[in-house]
């Protein structure tokens, strides 16, 4: 702990450095390169890291970004680091979209179809809460439409950005004959879902897949059995949140006709 705390310290003070050497009064794009990290390491006398890359890494998926960064933002918007190319990358001012679970959603139980022995040996990480999608089929019931897992840990290049990867996904055809592609970007433990992860799911798609309609959905677990599922759209000022769902996986017996008829409540509401 001591050790990744040291090392978080040493990143912060090279992003600082990199971002307000940049930055100019107003300014809502800030472009950096890869070779920034090496001369600002030498200013501060700071050790480089072995991966260079995970400098930018760490506060594109893993951490905030400074607060000394995030008070330089416009009115209403956060700053994120997107990737721009080969080694080039940008500070980006974004409106500030919810990327948390709610605390006051409604809950709806499904029956859990996790096999025994998955369930025994997970944890509480990304690849137990892909597994609980994928087993409890997840994805099909938040979207409606009849999906299929088709890659997980898709790692491609895409044009103007470089690598990206998403950590699943899903293909789904709906009744009338329409094909989509879902990238999921899965979160368990204390990770947050990250807007970057979400724009890059869109271009992912917009170039590997032009002729099919992408829906970007996040998944993080809330609890244990409990599951906030979110679908994303793209809209004029960026990355919206269109959906949000949450599912608490249950044995079968605790599903009762009291709880199937709130839900056919629900429709009948809509």
Sequence with gaps: MREANVRQNRYRQIIERIFFDYHTEGAEEVPFRREDIIRVAGELGIDLPKNLGDVVYSFRYRAALPESIQTQAPPDRVWIIRSTGRSVYTFVAVANPMMDPRDNMAETKIPDSTPGVVAMYSFNDEQALLARLRYNRLIDIFIGVTCYSLQNHLRTFVPG??????????????????????????????????????????????????NLICRGIGAQFMEKDLIALFEFEEGENGIVLATERHYRLVPPESLSAEDLVSYRRRLQGQ
């Design 161 to 210: 950005i470089g690598q990206v990867e998403t950590d699943e996904l899903y293909i789904g055809v709906d009744r009338q004959g329409v094909h989509y592609v879902f990238p999921v970007q899965a979160k368990g433990g204390t990770d947050r879902l990250s807007i970057v992860q979400i724009e890059q799911d869109f271009a992912l798609c917009a170039h590997r897949y032009p």
